[in-house]
């Protein structure tokens, strides 16, 4: 009998919680559909978003185009707008949680207190009980030679077992009370612990994009910087080419905000040895390989010329001149920073003689339908060149 007891309490519990978790999600299963569906298509939304994030992400911001470069910011700011959003609700929602654990501890506990005080009254009245049993003051009445007297105390018996008859019915309903208010204080725990691991995933989630943001950033200003640098080889030639680069890679710029900056670069240190190629400048490196696709290029039809190396103490003294003489100054200061803005030394493959910018009858190749460009795209790999998209003139041996 006991078991049976225990087994039908067990479902009332369960069928109690479940009650209670239907009675917070919502009032009607019609109610319920719609938001699950709701739910669903934002997770869609949400989904392609990141997907689009993680596309930008992957856009090499050194060698893409400007559009393709402005698209990957956009992605990333609304996938960090989004972020944040999400972690802000999610704190939200973890602390308005958190609030109902201890509302649903509180009750809980008040429901304990009650309780005990109850079982405290009933354990006295048990006790009264044994010290002097309702059947005492029916043998005093009987002993009585005053019937008055025992009118009061046959009251006083009746009064005193029907308190005890209260004090059970109480200590039933307080019990029920009590026991609800634990099932909603073990409910309200399991949310609060969904809740602080969504907040939590959240909080990743957004690391994860400021990241992905940042490292656009500082790719992006790496860009600049070598813009400025190529702007700079080439206005003497083509100021007005130059102007363009460079207000075009500087929008890009202030889009992103500064860059996590950066130190010397090693090569520097050991300077570049260099040689003249068919009037180019050129790291001796690959020298060889100059000589061979100028000669070839020429037996082709396509006379090739241009320029290429650039020494880095020009790149420096423009440092000097408009960011500071310190050496944060000239090789860590955000090229933006400086009035005007000027390239950090080091970023340039001209500073390192082995990009060449290719000219064809004394004017840069600035159309991918010239004879020119077509011809360097079908061949200057073999040779170790590969052009940076952005700009048909420059070639190198990284494409950067």
């Known amino acids: 009998m006991q078991a049976r007891i225990r087994r039908r309490c067990g479902r009332i519990v369960g069928a109690l919680a479940v009650a209670l978790v239907l009675a917070a999600a919502g009032p009607s299963v019609h109610d319920e559909g719609a938001s699950a569906q709701g739910a669903s298509l934002q997770q869609q939304q949400d989904e392609l978003r990141d997907e ?10 050194l ?17 960090v707008a989004r972020q ?36 405290g009254e009933l354990a006295d009245a048990a006790l009264s009980a044994y010290v002097r049993p309702p059947f005492d003051y029916l043998a005093t009445v009987l002993a009585d030679h005053d019937p008055s007297a025992g009118a009061k105390r046959t009251v006083l018996a009746a009064t005193h077992t029907r308190r005890v008859a209260d004090v059970i019915d109480e200590m039933r309903a307080a019990s029920e009370r009590a026991r609800r208010a634990g099932v909603r204080a073990a409910i309200a725990l399991v949310a609060a612990r969904e ?12 690391d994860h994009s400021l990241a992905d943001q940042q490292a656009l950033a500082d790719d992006v200003q790496a860009r600049l ?3 400025l640098s190529e702007a700079a080889v080439i206005s003497w030639r ?23 900056g950066g130190s010397r670069p090693s090569w520097t240190l050991s300077g570049v040895q260099v040689a003249t190629v068919g009037g180019i400048d050129i790291n001796v490196a690959v020298a060889a390989d100059l000589a061979a696709l100028l000669v070839d290029a020429e037996a082709d039809g396509v006379y090739l010329s241009g320029y290429g190396y650039r020494d880095i103490a020009t790149q420096i003294e423009l440092r000097m001149q408009h960011c500071g003489t310190s050496e944060y100054a000239i090789w860590e200061m955000s090229s933006m920073d400086c009035s005007p803005a000027v390239a950090r030394p080091g970023y340039s493959m001209h500073e390192q003689g082995l990009a060449v910018d290719f000219m064809v009858g004394g004017d840069l190749i600035r159309s991918r339908y010239s004879a020119a460009y077509q011809w360097l795209a079908a061949n200057a ?3 170790g060149l590969y052009n940076l998209p952005s700009e048909p003139w420059h070639w190198s041996t990284t494409g950067s």
């Open 52 to 61: 689009e994030a993680a596309k930008a992400a992957e856009v090499d911001a």
């Open 63 to 79: 060698t893409a185009d400007a559009d393709a470069v402005d698209a990957a910011i956009t992605a990333l700011d609304m996938a």
């Open 84 to 119: 944040r959003a999400n972690a802000e609700d999610a704190e939200t929602n973890a602390r308005a949680v958190h609030a109902e654990v201890m509302q649903a501890a509180n009750q809980k506990a008040d429901a304990d207190a009650v309780l005990a005080s109850l079982r």
């Open 195 to 206: 809740a602080a691991a969504a907040e939590r995933r959240a909080l990743a989630a957004l």
């Open 225 to 227: 910087d070598r813009a």
């Open 238 to 260: 083509s100021a007005d080419l130059a102007e363009q680069i460079s207000s075009r890679e500087r929008r890009l710029a202030a889009r992103v905000g500064p860059g996590s």
């Open 381 to 383: 790999a073999a040779y």
